[in-house]
Nanobody, 122 residues
Protein backbone atom coordinates (compact mmCIF):
# COMPACT_ATOMS: atom_id res chain seq x y z
CA UNK A 1 0.00 0.00 0.00
CA UNK A 2 1.20 3.47 -0.87
CA UNK A 3 -1.87 5.20 0.57
CA UNK A 4 -1.86 6.06 4.28
CA UNK A 5 -4.37 4.02 6.27
CA UNK A 6 -6.12 5.55 9.28
CA UNK A 7 -7.86 3.72 12.10
CA UNK A 8 -9.11 4.28 15.63
CA UNK A 9 -12.14 6.48 15.08
CA UNK A 10 -15.45 5.83 16.73
CA UNK A 11 -18.26 7.15 18.88
CA UNK A 12 -17.42 8.60 22.29
CA UNK A 13 -19.11 10.80 24.85
CA UNK A 14 -17.91 14.32 25.54
CA UNK A 15 -14.90 14.21 27.82
CA UNK A 16 -13.77 10.85 26.49
CA UNK A 17 -10.63 9.87 24.61
CA UNK A 18 -9.59 8.22 21.37
CA UNK A 19 -6.25 7.35 19.81
CA UNK A 20 -6.03 7.47 16.06
CA UNK A 21 -3.39 5.61 14.10
CA UNK A 22 -2.07 6.03 10.59
CA UNK A 23 0.20 3.56 8.86
CA UNK A 24 2.31 5.15 6.13
CA UNK A 25 4.01 2.72 3.80
CA UNK A 26 7.50 3.29 2.46
CA UNK A 27 11.08 3.50 3.58
CA UNK A 28 11.05 7.30 3.73
CA UNK A 29 8.55 7.64 6.59
CA UNK A 30 11.23 8.42 9.16
CA UNK A 31 12.49 11.36 7.07
CA UNK A 32 9.09 12.97 6.53
CA UNK A 33 6.95 15.52 8.24
CA UNK A 34 3.51 13.93 8.67
CA UNK A 35 0.27 15.03 10.26
CA UNK A 36 -3.47 15.10 10.73
CA UNK A 37 -6.32 17.15 9.31
CA UNK A 38 -10.01 16.98 10.04
CA UNK A 39 -13.19 17.88 8.21
CA UNK A 40 -16.50 18.36 9.99
CA UNK A 41 -19.76 17.71 8.16
CA UNK A 42 -20.22 20.57 5.72
CA UNK A 43 -16.93 22.14 6.79
CA UNK A 44 -13.47 22.60 5.37
CA UNK A 45 -10.46 20.42 5.97
CA UNK A 46 -8.51 21.97 8.85
CA UNK A 47 -5.06 21.23 10.19
CA UNK A 48 -5.04 19.39 13.52
CA UNK A 49 -1.34 18.74 14.07
CA UNK A 50 1.88 17.73 12.38
CA UNK A 51 5.22 16.34 13.47
CA UNK A 52 8.58 16.64 11.76
CA UNK A 53 11.17 13.94 11.28
CA UNK A 54 13.04 15.39 14.24
CA UNK A 55 9.95 15.11 16.44
CA UNK A 56 8.99 18.78 16.57
CA UNK A 57 5.22 19.10 16.89
CA UNK A 58 2.76 21.78 15.89
CA UNK A 59 -0.87 21.77 17.02
CA UNK A 60 -3.87 23.83 16.06
CA UNK A 61 -5.18 26.07 18.81
CA UNK A 62 -8.22 23.87 19.38
CA UNK A 63 -5.94 20.88 19.93
CA UNK A 64 -3.49 22.40 22.38
CA UNK A 65 -3.74 20.92 25.85
CA UNK A 66 -5.99 18.10 24.65
CA UNK A 67 -4.35 16.35 21.69
CA UNK A 68 -0.90 14.85 21.33
CA UNK A 69 0.74 13.83 18.06
CA UNK A 70 3.47 11.18 18.11
CA UNK A 71 5.22 8.86 15.69
CA UNK A 72 6.81 5.42 15.77
CA UNK A 73 9.34 5.23 12.98
CA UNK A 74 9.97 1.52 13.54
CA UNK A 75 6.32 0.85 12.71
CA UNK A 76 5.84 3.56 10.07
CA UNK A 77 2.95 4.77 12.19
CA UNK A 78 1.61 8.17 13.15
CA UNK A 79 -0.65 8.64 16.17
CA UNK A 80 -3.07 11.24 17.45
CA UNK A 81 -4.07 10.92 21.09
CA UNK A 82 -7.25 12.91 21.68
CA UNK A 83 -8.39 13.60 25.24
CA UNK A 84 -11.20 15.71 26.67
CA UNK A 85 -13.14 15.38 23.45
CA UNK A 86 -15.88 17.87 22.67
CA UNK A 87 -18.88 17.60 20.34
CA UNK A 88 -17.20 20.12 18.04
CA UNK A 89 -14.38 17.60 17.51
CA UNK A 90 -16.82 15.50 15.49
CA UNK A 91 -15.27 15.12 12.05
CA UNK A 92 -13.55 12.81 9.66
CA UNK A 93 -9.86 12.75 10.52
CA UNK A 94 -7.37 12.39 7.69
CA UNK A 95 -3.73 11.44 7.77
CA UNK A 96 -1.28 13.16 5.45
CA UNK A 97 1.76 11.01 4.87
CA UNK A 98 4.05 13.69 3.52
CA UNK A 99 4.36 17.40 4.14
CA UNK A 100 6.82 19.60 2.31
CA UNK A 101 8.65 22.67 3.49
CA UNK A 102 8.71 25.96 1.68
CA UNK A 103 10.23 29.15 3.07
CA UNK A 104 10.15 27.75 6.59
CA UNK A 105 6.50 26.63 6.46
CA UNK A 106 5.06 23.14 6.09
CA UNK A 107 2.35 22.22 3.59
CA UNK A 108 0.54 18.93 2.94
CA UNK A 109 0.97 16.98 -0.24
CA UNK A 110 -1.83 15.01 -1.89
CA UNK A 111 -0.76 11.84 -0.06
CA UNK A 112 -3.93 11.35 2.00
CA UNK A 113 -5.65 8.42 3.62
CA UNK A 114 -9.36 7.70 3.33
CA UNK A 115 -10.09 9.07 6.79
CA UNK A 116 -11.49 7.74 10.04
CA UNK A 117 -14.72 9.05 11.53
CA UNK A 118 -14.84 10.54 15.01
CA UNK A 119 -18.20 11.31 16.59
CA UNK A 120 -18.45 12.95 20.00
CA UNK A 121 -21.86 12.98 21.63
CA UNK A 122 -22.99 15.57 24.14
Amino acid sequence: QVQPVESGGGLVQAGGSLRLSCVVSGSTFRTRTVGWYRQAPGGRRDLVAYITAAGTTTLADFAKGRFTITRDNAKNTLYLQMNSLKPEDTATYYCCGNFYESVGLWYPTSEWGQGTEVTVSS
